[in-house]
């Protein structure tokens, strides 16, 4: 059972951060419409933008990095091939560990919402792969664009 959807009545402007993904013809599938996994890629893709290019955090060489525990991705309407994504990302909770993304994917310069979602991601030391708190700049970095939605 979800436990909020507040995410899927998000519009546009309730999305503090973007990252433009230009639409590729391998993304599309026989039906020729965006494969169904690529959402999910999308959404990966604008959360480790903002954590590593936006927060330059190199989670690469780092003792605590994110697990992704849980996802859901809602589609309101396909994209049309050949169109930039532009996938929006706003936190919707942060607790000790874990955070909540919510995100919202839209044509380029379309106010219509074509897929909403979120991510729970859970902070983990590498090595034992058991959760710990999140770091306090990687913290700080995420306030700057948590929203007051109920979660």
């Given at each position: 059972m979800v436990e909020t959807?507040?995410?899927?009545?998000?519009?546009?402007?309730?999305?503090?951060?973007?990252?433009?993904?230009?639409?590729?013809?391998?993304d599309l599938d026989a039906y020729r419409?965006?494969?169904?996994?690529?959402?999910?890629?999308?959404?990966?893709?604008?959360?480790?933008?903002?954590?590593?290019?936006?927060?330059?955090?190199?989670?690469?060489?780092?003792?605590?990095?994110?697990?992704?525990?849980?996802?859901?991705?809602?589609?309101?309407?396909?994209?049309?091939?050949?169109?930039?994504?532009?996938?929006?990302?706003?936190?919707a909770r942060i607790g000790t560990s874990s955070v909540r993304y919510e995100l919202g994917l839209f044509a380029r310069g379309e106010s219509e919402i074509v897929a909403s979602g979120y991510f729970i991601d859970v902070f983990v030391e590498r090595s034992s792969e058991t959760p710990c708190p999140i770091p306090t700049e990687i913290r700080d970095h995420l306030l700057k664009i948590i929203t007051n939605v109920a979660s």
């Open positions: 959807e507040s995410y899927a009545s998000a519009q546009r402007q309730d999305f503090k951060y973007f990252h433009t993904i230009g639409l590729r013809w391998n419409h965006v494969n169904n996994a690529r959402y999910y890629a999308f959404y990966d893709t604008v959360i480790m933008h903002y954590l590593t290019i936006e927060g330059g955090f190199d989670l690469l060489d780092v003792p605590i990095v994110p697990f992704t525990v849980e996802n859901l991705c809602r589609f309101h309407k396909s994209f049309r091939y050949p169109t930039d994504v532009e996938c929006g990302l706003r936190v």
